[in-house]
Protein backbone atom coordinates (compact mmCIF):
# COMPACT_ATOMS: atom_id res chain seq x y z
CA UNK A 1 0.00 0.00 0.00
CA UNK A 2 1.11 3.11 -1.06
CA UNK A 3 1.67 5.41 2.06
CA UNK A 4 0.75 8.92 1.73
CA UNK A 5 2.57 11.91 3.81
CA UNK A 6 0.43 12.66 6.77
CA UNK A 7 -1.74 9.81 6.50
CA UNK A 8 -0.71 6.27 8.23
CA UNK A 9 -1.31 2.62 5.96
CA UNK A 10 -4.55 1.75 8.65
CA UNK A 11 -5.94 5.31 7.96
CA UNK A 12 -5.85 4.64 4.33
CA UNK A 13 -7.24 0.97 5.16
CA UNK A 14 -10.00 2.64 7.10
CA UNK A 15 -10.75 5.56 4.46
CA UNK A 16 -11.02 2.70 1.57
CA UNK A 17 -13.24 0.31 3.93
CA UNK A 18 -15.82 3.30 4.20
CA UNK A 19 -15.79 4.51 0.55
CA UNK A 20 -16.22 0.34 -0.72
CA UNK A 21 -19.69 0.44 1.78
CA UNK A 22 -20.64 3.89 0.52
CA UNK A 23 -19.93 2.96 -2.92
CA UNK A 24 -21.92 -0.52 -2.82
CA UNK A 25 -24.92 1.50 -0.56
CA UNK A 26 -25.25 4.17 -3.20
CA UNK A 27 -28.61 4.44 -5.32
CA UNK A 28 -27.48 2.68 -8.56
CA UNK A 29 -26.80 5.27 -11.71
CA UNK A 30 -23.52 6.48 -13.68
CA UNK A 31 -22.36 7.93 -10.58
CA UNK A 32 -22.29 4.86 -8.83
CA UNK A 33 -20.91 3.22 -12.15
CA UNK A 34 -17.66 5.93 -11.68
CA UNK A 35 -17.13 5.39 -8.58
CA UNK A 36 -17.39 1.54 -8.72
CA UNK A 37 -14.88 1.70 -11.89
CA UNK A 38 -12.45 3.72 -9.54
CA UNK A 39 -12.59 1.68 -6.42
CA UNK A 40 -12.50 -1.18 -8.42
CA UNK A 41 -9.17 -0.21 -10.38
CA UNK A 42 -7.82 0.85 -6.96
CA UNK A 43 -4.92 -1.49 -5.86
CA UNK A 44 -5.47 -0.41 -1.97
CA UNK A 45 -9.14 -1.74 -2.41
CA UNK A 46 -8.06 -4.96 -3.47
CA UNK A 47 -6.97 -6.29 -0.28
CA UNK A 48 -10.72 -5.14 1.42
CA UNK A 49 -12.71 -8.45 2.63
CA UNK A 50 -15.69 -6.97 0.54
CA UNK A 51 -13.52 -6.28 -2.21
CA UNK A 52 -15.46 -9.43 -3.91
CA UNK A 53 -18.92 -7.96 -3.49
CA UNK A 54 -17.82 -4.61 -5.21
CA UNK A 55 -15.88 -6.81 -7.72
CA UNK A 56 -19.45 -8.57 -8.72
CA UNK A 57 -21.16 -5.10 -9.11
CA UNK A 58 -18.93 -3.38 -11.60
CA UNK A 59 -19.09 -6.73 -13.90
CA UNK A 60 -22.72 -6.31 -13.60
CA UNK A 61 -23.16 -10.03 -12.12
CA UNK A 62 -26.62 -10.62 -10.48
CA UNK A 63 -26.80 -9.69 -6.35
CA UNK A 64 -28.88 -11.79 -4.28
CA UNK A 65 -29.30 -11.19 -0.26
CA UNK A 66 -27.22 -14.59 0.60
CA UNK A 67 -24.04 -13.15 -1.03
CA UNK A 68 -24.42 -9.92 1.58
CA UNK A 69 -24.96 -11.42 4.56
CA UNK A 70 -21.51 -11.01 5.90
CA UNK A 71 -21.17 -7.13 4.33
CA UNK A 72 -24.41 -6.48 6.65
CA UNK A 73 -23.39 -7.59 9.64
CA UNK A 74 -19.94 -5.13 9.41
CA UNK A 75 -22.51 -1.65 8.61
CA UNK A 76 -22.90 0.52 10.85
CA UNK A 77 -26.16 0.84 13.23
CA UNK A 78 -27.21 4.26 11.07
CA UNK A 79 -26.12 2.50 7.58
CA UNK A 80 -28.05 -0.83 8.47
CA UNK A 81 -31.41 0.80 9.37
CA UNK A 82 -34.69 -0.08 7.74
CA UNK A 83 -36.49 3.11 6.44
CA UNK A 84 -40.50 3.69 6.37
CA UNK A 85 -41.47 1.86 3.26
CA UNK A 86 -39.81 -1.47 5.04
CA UNK A 87 -36.14 -1.30 3.04
CA UNK A 88 -33.01 -0.85 4.31
CA UNK A 89 -30.34 1.41 2.24
CA UNK A 90 -28.54 -1.95 0.99
CA UNK A 91 -32.36 -3.57 -0.07
CA UNK A 92 -33.01 -0.83 -2.25
CA UNK A 93 -28.92 -0.54 -3.38
CA UNK A 94 -28.96 -4.38 -4.66
CA UNK A 95 -32.68 -4.23 -5.71
CA UNK A 96 -31.71 -1.38 -7.99
CA UNK A 97 -27.99 -2.75 -8.87
CA UNK A 98 -30.37 -6.32 -10.00
CA UNK A 99 -32.96 -3.77 -11.59
CA UNK A 100 -29.78 -2.75 -13.80
CA UNK A 101 -28.32 -5.76 -14.45
CA UNK A 102 -31.79 -7.04 -15.98
CA UNK A 103 -32.13 -4.47 -18.28
CA UNK A 104 -28.75 -4.92 -20.12
CA UNK A 105 -30.00 -8.47 -20.43
CA UNK A 106 -34.00 -8.26 -21.30
CA UNK A 107 -35.48 -5.57 -23.64
CA UNK A 108 -38.75 -5.90 -21.83
CA UNK A 109 -39.66 -7.97 -18.51
CA UNK A 110 -43.80 -8.26 -17.10
CA UNK A 111 -43.78 -6.37 -13.66
CA UNK A 112 -44.70 -10.36 -12.29
CA UNK A 113 -41.46 -11.83 -13.30
CA UNK A 114 -39.63 -8.72 -12.22
CA UNK A 115 -40.76 -8.39 -8.83
CA UNK A 116 -40.39 -12.82 -8.70
CA UNK A 117 -36.61 -12.35 -9.63
CA UNK A 118 -36.09 -9.51 -7.07
CA UNK A 119 -38.25 -11.40 -4.84
CA UNK A 120 -40.77 -8.44 -4.19
CA UNK A 121 -44.13 -7.30 -5.13
CA UNK A 122 -45.19 -6.55 -8.89
CA UNK A 123 -46.42 -3.46 -7.93
CA UNK A 124 -43.36 -2.59 -5.49
CA UNK A 125 -40.93 -3.63 -9.01
CA UNK A 126 -42.90 -1.18 -10.83
CA UNK A 127 -42.46 1.27 -8.22
CA UNK A 128 -38.46 0.97 -8.21
CA UNK A 129 -38.43 1.03 -12.19
CA UNK A 130 -40.16 4.12 -12.12
CA UNK A 131 -38.59 5.97 -9.37
CA UNK A 132 -35.22 5.26 -11.04
CA UNK A 133 -36.86 5.94 -14.79
CA UNK A 134 -38.02 9.65 -12.97
CA UNK A 135 -34.26 10.36 -11.75
CA UNK A 136 -32.61 9.57 -14.55
CA UNK A 137 -30.72 6.77 -13.61
CA UNK A 138 -32.35 3.77 -15.96
CA UNK A 139 -34.10 4.31 -19.26
CA UNK A 140 -37.22 2.52 -19.70
CA UNK A 141 -40.88 2.69 -20.41
CA UNK A 142 -43.59 1.11 -18.20
CA UNK A 143 -46.61 -0.24 -20.31
CA UNK A 144 -49.10 -0.03 -17.06
CA UNK A 145 -51.95 -1.29 -18.95
CA UNK A 146 -49.74 -4.83 -20.41
CA UNK A 147 -47.71 -4.66 -16.84
CA UNK A 148 -44.65 -4.99 -18.81
CA UNK A 149 -40.97 -2.82 -18.45
CA UNK A 150 -39.59 -1.86 -21.87
CA UNK A 151 -35.89 -1.52 -21.42
CA UNK A 152 -34.24 1.13 -23.73
CA UNK A 153 -30.46 0.89 -24.24
CA UNK A 154 -28.42 4.38 -25.12
CA UNK A 155 -27.77 4.11 -28.54
CA UNK A 156 -29.76 0.73 -29.46
CA UNK A 157 -31.51 0.99 -33.02
CA UNK A 158 -34.95 0.37 -33.12
CA UNK A 159 -36.29 -1.54 -35.76
CA UNK A 160 -38.54 -0.33 -38.46
CA UNK A 161 -40.41 -2.37 -40.98
CA UNK A 162 -41.67 -1.07 -44.05
CA UNK A 163 -45.00 -2.44 -45.59
Not at 27 to 55: M, T, W
Request: charged share 25%.
Amino acid sequence: MTNLPGVDAAQIEELCDCALKCTILSPSGPRKARLLAILYSDERVKSNQFYGLLAKMFEGEVIRKEHVQEFTQNLEGFQNVTMSDGYSVLDKALIEHNIVVISRIYMNIRFSELGNFLGIQPDQAEDFVAKMVEQGRIQAVLDQENELVEFEEEGRQQATFND
